[in-house]
């Protein structure tokens, strides 16, 4: 409807999948998405897709339907993010009883953030976000996402919290955890000192 009857300045899409829903209100069976849907072509409003890491494999997997940049879109891949995390669930439920590993705790609420005040001057003053590099797949059908010795994903938008690792963040779970994810401890930086100096160079890179 937007191209017939203009009612925004820019959109936010925030972690979809590669579906899209009818016009009849029913959902989608993501084990029935076999093919992306993309934004339109045609579309000449700012549109800014913001995707956590575990968006972009099963069963969202948005990995189906990325396109490229455009002069109207931009996308954003954050690694090490997921799609539920213990900020969205909240401190009680950021460790369940009787499982072994945590719920995610990367920084994708700032991420979001970050993406919104990015839009907003986009559609404000007619500056672009940069583009950003995709998250590195091993796998396209279906999205497997490629992974560095630690089980931290390559590619895609990096903060200190995956180049200066103190935890494996991932937004995959251990097999059969369903829409929970976790972020594994490690014991990369038994220095303190250490892991602050390299977080603040990740963060300066940013």
């Known amino acids: 409807m937007h191209p017939l009857s203009p009612a925004f300045d820019g959109f936010l899409v925030h972690s979809r999948g590669a579906g899209a829903a009818p016009l009849s209100g029913a959902g989608i069976d993501p084990a029935a998405v ?22 972009i494999v099963p069963p969202l997997a948005f990995g189906l339907a990325r396109q490229p940049d455009s002069g109207w879109l931009r996308l954003r891949e954050t690694a090490g993010t997921a799609h539920a995390d213990a900020d969205t669930l909240g401190a009680g439920q950021a460790r369940l009883p009787g499982v072994d ?42 999205p497997v996402i490629a992974r560095d010795q630690y089980g931290i994903a390559l590619g895609g938008v990096r903060t200190p919290a995956v180049d200066v690792p103190a935890a494996t963040l991932s937004g995959q779970g251990p097999p ?19 892991l602050a100096a390299g977080a603040g160079r990740a963060a300066r890179a940013v």
């Open 101 to 142: 590993w945590r719920i995610n705790e990367g920084p994708h609420r700032f991420l979001a953030q970050a993406a919104l005040h990015a839009l907003q001057r986009w559609v404000c003053q007619g500056t672009p976000p940069p583009r950003a590099a995709r998250i590195d797949l091993a796998s396209q059908q279906p």
């Open 176 to 194: 059969g955890s369903g829409a929970c994810h976790r972020g594994q401890p490690g014991r990369l930086y038994p220095r303190p000192a250490r």
């Open 34 to 55: 076999t093919a992306g849907v993309r934004i339109r072509a045609d579309n000449r409003t700012p549109v800014l897709i913001l995707e956590s890491e575990g968006d």
